[in-house]
């Protein structure tokens, strides 16, 4: 079964640095997608990036850039000037074939001023 | 404005009970999903719906069932088998084209057994 971890429970950092989430996955495919959901106190599921696994740059949405290691099965998630907005709950997601999402257990980021 | 509607926000159920939530989405998507989500664990699938009249149990379906009658909706029913239904549950969807752009997903129902 593919499975998502994610080793950061928690992470805290100050207003305008840069943070990195980690993730790592498990699969036997070659071709898969990755996203990062970013969950706020409203609880709404909000994608963040996402990452196709046979392409080999890395995906870039603003101020939040991945690096993505398919042989090290390592998807990190890097937020550059982070604000107080960024402060929610990061999950990390994997689906392949069968169409099904599976989460990492989620990182809850806190951005102090 | 195109998107996923899930009702009610709240929900609480008496031990014993049934209970329905209901995920309606009008952005012609063909999949859908439903997510139970509990603190520190992520979300987890429970039942996931490809085509009209047609589903899969999930990784935790055991006190669930679900219904797709309609391409736009897909509710989920909590029934008295599931022995602990307090969670947060989120319904989402994705359409069938040429690669995966992500799902999209509800705002979520919060079910409590009192």
């Known amino acids: 079964a593919q499975t998502v971890t994610q080793s950061q429970p928690e992470m805290s950092v100050q207003e305008a640095e840069t943070v990195t989430l980690s993730c790592t996955y498990d699969?036997?495919?070659?071709?898969?997608?990755l996203f990062w959901y970013k969950q706020p106190p409203s609880r709404q599921m909000i994608l963040v990036i996402r990452?196709?696994?046979?392409?080999?740059q890395n995906a870039t949405e603003n101020r939040f850039s991945v690096n993505f290691q398919k042989a090290a099965k390592s998807f990190s998630l890097k937020i550059s000037d982070s604000q107080l907005g960024d402060t929610a709950m990061y999950f990390c997601?994997?689906?392949?074939?069968?169409?099904?999402?599976?989460f990492g257990q989620g990182t809850r980021l806190t951005i102090n001023p | 404005d195109g998107g996923i509607t899930q009702s009610p926000k709240y929900l609480f159920r008496k031990e014993g009970q049934n209970v329905t939530l209901s995920c309606e989405q009008n952005?012609?998507?063909?999949?859908m999903y439903w997510y139970r989500q509990d603190p520190g664990q992520g979300l987890r699938l429970i039942y996931y719906?490809?085509?009209?009249?047609?589903?899969q149990k999930g990784d935790i379906a055991e006190g669930y069932s679900v219904s797709r009658e309609k391409k736009e909706s897909f509710p989920l029913t909590v029934t008295s088998a599931q022995k602990n239904p307090t969670a947060f549950y989120l319904c989402?969807?994705?359409?069938?084209?040429?690669?995966?752009?992500?799902?999209?997903f509800g705002s979520g129902t919060r079910l409590t057994v009192v």
């Open positions: 989402a969807s994705r359409p069938f084209v040429r690669g995966n752009y992500g799902y999209t």
């Open positions: 699969t036997s495919e070659s071709n898969y997608y």
């Open positions: 990452q196709e696994a046979y392409k080999q």
């Open positions: 997601a994997f689906v392949e074939g069968a169409q099904k999402l599976v």
């Open positions: 952005l012609n998507h063909d999949a």
């Open positions: 719906s490809q085509i009209v009249n047609d589903f």
